[in-house]
């Protein structure tokens, strides 16, 4: 790899009085439970970056002042061991109680952007990814496009009257022409928060648009109008601001949906890609994989990267479709979940 990337991702303990809602786990976000699933991903994380990118810079963001004990598995020392930097990073972008009911954490990713800005050249090429993102193949083409482009982004390809987090792309274009004062003649596209890749400039240039928006935002909430809800929503406006393109990094990275008995949009041809976001593993797969990676000797670190590899992760992931070892594990892991749910047990321990 040419350029020596630095790959980030982050987690935010919630406390209790800070608590919110995330779908794809449920529960009290503040539980040690909970928040061990988000542990696992992070080091499933930096681990498939490793085999993938062993050249890059990696970076963990986090509240947390020391790393926990998951499963008896020390996740601090295994990071230290990968040669992970730990971040503790302040959450100066806490949105107000009331503000939106869910993903109240995502906000933390304007403090990960701020300070990547304030302390990268202009020429780095920084990656800031959700930890249930995946490496399957190489960094290097993904670098050497940011390197021309200054700035990818995920385009989820919404659909025009479809809400995501409470605000459809017509809904987001009226408050973008009420921010730029001017009218739109199409709906602005949204892109997903799960995905961050500028240069330094352009992070500098994000960074500094920012505060304001932030500002603008709490404003409106406190005079209770509609405004933007989560953190992909604001960086889409920044975007379109500044004037960036919504979907180049969509040959790269892609949303996998991998939900028992509903229709999946995971395709043979997803191999190509270069990282799996697959938000629906997080009680099923993804733990399965930590097991893997927590065992030196296993598979996971003897495989070769590239097509072998990624084969690999997609037996824990369902891709491209969940065998029948696989279907049951998850059978089995979402019936216990809901039976301990109706008798009042912390469904995740």
């Given at each position: 790899?040419?350029?020596?990337?630095?790959?980030?991702?982050?987690?935010?303990?919630?406390?209790?009085?800070?608590?919110?809602?995330?779908?794809?786990?449920?529960?009290?976000?503040?539980?040690?439970?909970?928040?061990?699933i988000y542990w696992r991903c992070v080091v499933v994380f930096f681990a498939t970056s490793i085999r993938n990118n062993p050249t890059a810079h990696h970076r963990l963001y986090t509240n947390v002042p020391q790393p926990p004990m998951v499963d008896g598995f020390e996740v601090a020392r295994f990071l230290d061991t990968l040669g992970v930097e730990i971040v503790d990073l302040p959450f100066t972008h806490q949105p107000p109680d009331g503000y939106h009911p869910a993903w109240r954490n995502q906000f933390y990713l304007f403090d990960i952007v701020?300070?990547?800005?304030?302390?990268?050249?202009?020429?780095?090429?920084?990656?800031?990814?959700?930890?249930?993102?995946?490496?399957?193949?190489?960094?290097?083409?993904?670098?050497?496009?940011?390197?021309?482009?200054?700035?990818?982004?995920?385009d989820v390809e919404l659909p025009l009257h479809v809400p995501e987090n409470g605000l459809s792309r017509l809904d987001m274009k009226r408050l973008y022409e009420h921010l730029l004062q001017k009218p739109l003649a199409d709906a602005p596209p949204y892109v997903g928060g799960e995905f961050f890749a500028a240069t330094g400039n352009a992070t500098q240039q994000v960074a500094?648009?920012?505060?304001?928006?932030?500002?603008?935002?709490?404003?409106?909430?406190?005079?209770g109008k509609p405004k933007f809800n989560e953190e992909a929503q604001a960086l889409s406006f920044i975007y379109y601001q500044l004037g960036f393109p919504a979907g180049?990094?969509?040959?790269?990275?892609?949303?996998?949906?991998?939900?028992?008995f509903r229709t999946n949009?995971?395709?043979?041809?997803?191999?190509?890609?270069?990282?799996?976001?697959?938000?629906?593993?997080?009680?099923?797969?993804?733990?399965?994989?930590?097991?893997?990676?927590?065992?030196?000797?296993?598979?996971?670190?003897?495989?070769?990267?590239?097509?072998?590899?990624?084969?690999?992760?997609?037996?824990?992931?369902?891709?491209?479709?969940?065998?029948?070892?696989?279907?049951?594990?998850?059978?089995?892991?979402?019936?216990r979940y809901k039976l301990r749910q109706k008798l009042g047990l912390d469904p995740l321990r």
């Open positions: 790899m040419s350029v020596k990337p630095v790959i980030c991702t982050w987690l935010y303990a919630d406390a209790p009085a800070t608590e919110s809602t995330y779908f794809a786990v449920g529960h009290h976000s503040s539980s040690p439970h909970f928040q061990a701020q300070h990547l800005a304030a302390t990268s050249p202009a020429d780095a090429v920084l990656m800031v990814l959700d930890a249930d993102c995946f490496w399957i193949n190489a960094a290097t083409l993904l670098c050497e496009d940011v390197q021309r482009q200054g700035l990818l982004s995920y500094a648009r920012m505060k304001a928006l932030w500002q603008t935002q709490l404003r409106w909430f406190e005079e180049t990094a969509n040959r790269y990275i892609k949303r996998m949906w991998t939900p028992l949009n995971v395709r043979p041809e997803d191999y190509a890609l270069t990282l799996w976001h697959v938000p629906a593993e997080k009680r099923y797969g993804i733990p399965r994989l930590f097991e893997a990676v927590r065992a030196p000797d296993s598979l996971f670190w003897s495989l070769p990267v590239g097509k072998d590899f990624a084969a690999y992760l997609g037996r824990f992931l369902g891709i491209p479709h969940r065998s029948p070892t696989k279907l049951l594990d998850d059978v089995r892991g979402a019936v």
